[in-house]
Each structure stands twice: as C-alpha cells, then as structure tokens.
C-alpha cells in the first residue's frame, strides 16, 4: 500500500478565547518526509490530534487520503502515530503495551516482536515500560506506530531523548519508509536533525501557516539586498508586495545608509528593477541560503523586532551565496 | 473476528497485565480473613454464636454482593480513570476513531472483572466461613442453590459497581477524583438520600445487593436487577456521551 496525502484545509481550533490553530491549510505528500515546525505553542500537537480524529476542529476539515480519519475502514493499518512519549501504563511491560495494540487492531502477535526488534527494544520488551529512559519511550511508540506497518506515519517530536544513534537509526527508518513510498509527517525541534531528515517542511506560528514546500527551495527563497538607502529601498519594495527586514546584528545595521534588508515574495530581478525605478543604489544583491535554525528563527519572528520605516526587523547571520551585484 | 471483540479482548488484557488485579485480590482477601476471624472469634452479646446458628443467619454472613458493588466500584473507577491518567486511550480511541465500539469494550471489559471481582470475592467468603465454622458448634448449613445465588448476586453486584465506577472514571479521568466519586455515589451519598427521601431505603444499591442474595425480600429480584442496572448505566451513559464529545488532551 503507498501513502496518502494528509490534507489539512483551512482549520481552526479555539480553546475558549484562545484561537491555538487559526485557517491553518497544507498538504503533505507520500514518498517524502515532511518536517512540521513551529515554536512551542504554535499549535503543532493540537493540529496533529485533529488530523487523527483525537480533537474536533472549530473549523475546517483534515484527510487521510479523500477521507477523515473517523471514516477510514482500517484506521490502525493505514496510519501509525506516536503523539505522547507517555501513552502507556508504566506498570505494563512494553511487550505487553504492543500486545494490546496488537489486539485491538487485529495484527498477529508475531508483529509484535519484530516491532520491538525495528524499535531496537528486542532485549527490554519484558521490563515495565515505567522504568524506560526517555530514549526508550519513543521507541516504544515508534514500536507502536509501525506495529500495523501502515503506509502512513505521524510522529509527534520522535527524536526526543534518543541518543545520536538511535537518532540515526530513527532518521534512517524514516528515509527507508519515503523512500518505498510512505507518508512521513514529523514535528520536531531537533532542527538539525530535521535539517538531514526532511524533505518538505510546514512551519506554523501562533496556529498559523508561515511557510509550507521543499526545503531545498525555501531556503533560496530569501534574497540579501544591501544598499545605502535601505529605508526608501524598503518602502518601494514593501509597495509591490515584497516582505522585508532588517537584520540588527549586521554590523551596519543601525545606519540606515547602508542597511541589510532580508526580502522574500519577490525575484531577484524584480528587486533589481525596484532598485532602479526607485533611483536607490544596490551595493549587493543575493540569494540567502542559512541554516534550517536560521531560516526557523526568520520564519518564526522569535527575535525582537527592531522596525525602521517600511522594514521589519529579524535577526540572522546569513551565508551568502549566489551574489548578484 | 469482529471490531468489538477485538477491542474487548484488549480491554480485557489491559486489565489483567498491570498489579492491580493482585492489589484488588489481596482486598478479597483481607476480607475473607476478616470473616474467618469474625467466625472463629467472634460471639454475640451473650457469648453465643448464635449469629451463625442458622442458614438464613450464615447466608446473610457471605452475603458479598454489597461489598461487592463498592469494592467493585473502585476497580471500575480506577480502571476507566487510568486509561486518561496514562494517555493509553489515545492509542484506543486510534484504532477505534468513533469511539463508541471503544467505549462499549472498555465497559464490557471492566464489567467482566466486576463480575469476576464480585464472583471471587464471594467464593473466598463462602470458603473461609465454611473453613473456620468447625470451631463452632454449628457446621455449614447454607443449601447449594443459595450458595450459588449469593455467588451469582455478587458477581452480578460487582459487574454493576465496576461500570457504575467506569462510568465515574470515565467523567473525572483523573484516578484520586474517580475513587473519591465512587465513594461518594456508593458509600456517602445512598445514605444521605434515604435520610431526604425515605421512601429510596429499598433502592439503594446496598439493599438491591442484599435482595439479590436473598438475605432481604423487600424487592423482587428482577425489580433489583433492573434498578441496579439503572444505578450502572446512567453513569456509563453520561461517560460515553462525554467521552464521545470531548477532546483527548
């Protein structure tokens, strides 16, 4: 069985008067592995609990393939999911947790050990999960989450506590399962790990989609522009739709005359021409490839701002490449 | 095999592969060893045994179907609280995104060890008084069918307790909260009702469990059994609706 798109369309989750996932829309394809990115509260788990049926949306609708996961025929065969490192009686062996989950999804008991195997728990499936170090939690949920070898998989912050190779291990599993044509939908705050991982990112903030594609294409999607009149550059730029900022840790940053502006949602070429028509200078113009951390920290605002006219501001330290002028 | 029998199988394995069965037998226990002592030492005001000199005095003795009810309500409370404690509903309300076949076996499940609570707590009663009444003067005189009534009342008192508690747990879904509510629906709060409303002396799942085992008369035994339904699955009802329309956190 190949994976399934999930599809989440224009979702919104309010907790009372706190709105946690606001019109949130994004696909993630199979055959890829999709980071979900997002500070902590940004509203991941709660997106990931709606898509899994474990929370109702306000607003919206989410799908496995064309259907919601209530409506799935066979929901344990066609996603498996780890949300909480947790989700098990710590007085229950791990065995014993994957022997239920093997009842209750009518998987023989066989698929058991050789989850536990996957998991790399083969020796500890006796002890009682309550004495697991945080590493072995996740593989136990991991252990869970393949127990059905679904076509799908949803994996809530897998990475945490394990040591570099289960990491490994972990990153290599999840390759091999996109590779073969699975879904593979991953929040994480191992940025560096995701770095190596995925193929595709969503990034949320405040329950809202920042940015959603290929990694490989985001991270060319910022353009450096240089100029001493950053300010009327900024303004001309912001009038046809451009996002700009500012970097404050440029080491010019507080002249204005020869400002760093980070611009996305414009070509280079129309930077070029807005320079021109503007009659402002450009002493340098790239394309900006950081960091998966820097590119989440410009995505995700968590810097403070520091505006000037028509420019907001975000601190990086970016790599340049690709120098146009 | 159908979705339903799977999910009660594993309900059922959820209940038999932590400690808790052992910590509730040990109660059963305690229990029949209490009653044994009773027997061997105890005597009325005159120093007689009077209090087992006859069957009807010996039936009411075993009769365990009440304690069956509470001991069985905390099973039930502790059981359903501890899948929300633990987050093992998450992975149940996964394979059964509905959750109403989930729901149904989890008390399915639960009221089985009731049963099984309630049946086995009556056989160690009925044992340790038919072990210990040959230090009296008087042998074991209860009749095999009342025997087998006491034991079938109590397994049936306890599968009531257990989805009566379940339905509490699954409510609080916090385990001390889902024991403290147990206690009050089945313990503080009958009392206090027959003492605003004395006309519910007979409906109180004490005296329906006592009626059952043949101890009392006041109500016959098919009115007992639906009222000690009734007493089970308002509760187990109020627990599936709120379990059907609320998020798991």
């Known amino acids: 069985m190949t994976g399934r798109a999930l599809v989440v369309d224009h979702v919104t989750k309010r907790y009372g008067a706190r709105t946690v996932v606001d019109d949130l829309s994004f696909e993630v394809a199979p055959g890829r592995v999709t980071g979900f990115l997002g500070p902590n509260g940004s509203g991941k788990s709660t997106t990931m609990k709606i898509l899994l049926g474990l929370a109702a949306a306000d607003g919206g609708t989410t799908r496995i393939g064309d259907r919601p996961y209530v409506e799935l025929d066979a929901p344990n065969a066609t996603v498996g999911a780890a949300l909480e490192t947790n989700a098990f009686h710590p007085g229950r062996s791990g065995r014993d947790h994957l022997r239920i989950l093997a009842r209750a999804a009518g998987v023989p008991e066989p698929r058991v050990d050789e989850s536990l195997a996957t998991a790399g728990l083969a020796d500890s499936g006796e002890r009682r999960a ?153 002493s340098e113009l790239a394309t900006r490839s950081g960091s998966l951390e820097d590119l989440f920290m410009q995505w995700t605002h968590q810097q403070a701002t520091d505006a000037v006219p028509g420019v907001d501001a975000v601190a990086v330290a970016p790599e340049e490449k690709e120098v146009m002028a | 095999m159908s979705t339903m029998q799977r999910l009660t199988r594993a309900e059922l394995m959820k209940l038999t592969t932590t400690r808790m069965p052992w910590a509730f037998l040990l109660v059963l226990l305690v229990m029949g060893a209490i009653n044994a002592a009773t027997v061997a030492f105890g005597t009325d005001m005159d120093g007689s045994k009077a209090f087992v000199s006859t069957a009807a005095d010996q039936q009411s003795l075993v009769a365990f179907a009440v304690n069956a009810t509470m001991i069985a309500g905390l099973f039930g409370a502790i059981a359903a609280a501890r899948e929300y404690a633990h987050l093992t509903v998450i992975p149940t309300f996964l394979s059964d995104p509905m959750r109403r076949r989930a729901v149904g076996a989890q008390l399915v499940a639960i009221a089985t060890g009731g049963a099984v609570l309630g049946a086995v707590g009556a056989g160690i009663t009925i044992a340790a008084v038919a072990a210990t009444l040959p230090t009296t003067e008087y042998g074991f005189l209860i009749p095999a069918l009342d025997v087998v009534r006491v034991i079938a009342a109590s397994a049936f008192c306890g599968a009531v307790g257990a989805v009566l508690g379940a339905g509490i747990g699954v409510v609080v879904r916090n385990v001390g909260g889902a024991v403290t509510g147990a206690v009050l629906v089945l313990i503080v709060a009958p009392p206090m009702l027959v003492q605003l409303i004395n006309s519910t002396a007979s409906w109180i799942p004490a005296s329906l469990a006592l009626d059952l085992s043949g101890v009392e008369t006041e109500v016959t035994a098919p009115a007992a059994v639906a009222a000690l339904l009734a007493w089970a699955l308002v509760p187990a009802a109020v627990g599936a609706f709120a379990v059907r329309h609320r998020d798991v956190a």
């Open chain 1, 130 to 282: 309550g004495t697991y170090s945080l590493g072995m939690r996740q593989r136990l949920g991991l252990a869970a989450a393949l127990l059905c070898d679904p076509p799908v998989l949803v994996l809530d912050e897998p990475g945490n506590g394990l040591d570099p190779q289960g990491i490994r291990e972990l990153r290599d599993l999840l390759r091999h399962r996109a590779g073969r044509g699975d879904t593979v939908f991953v929040s994480s705050h191992l940025l560096g790990e995701v770095e190596l991982l995925v193929d595709d990112v969503v990034v949320i903030d405040h329950g809202r989609l920042i940015t959603a594609g290929p990694l490989a294409e985001l991270r060319h999607e910022t353009a450096l522009v240089r100029s001493p009149h950053a300010d009327r550059l900024g303004v001309a730029l912001r009038e046809m739709g451009a996002v700009v900022e500012r970097a404050p840790d440029a080491p010019d940053a507080t002249d204005a005359a020869t400002g760093l502006l980070l611009v996305r949602g414009v070509s280079l070429g129309e930077i070029g021409h807005a320079a021109f028509t503007a009659g402002v200078e450009l």
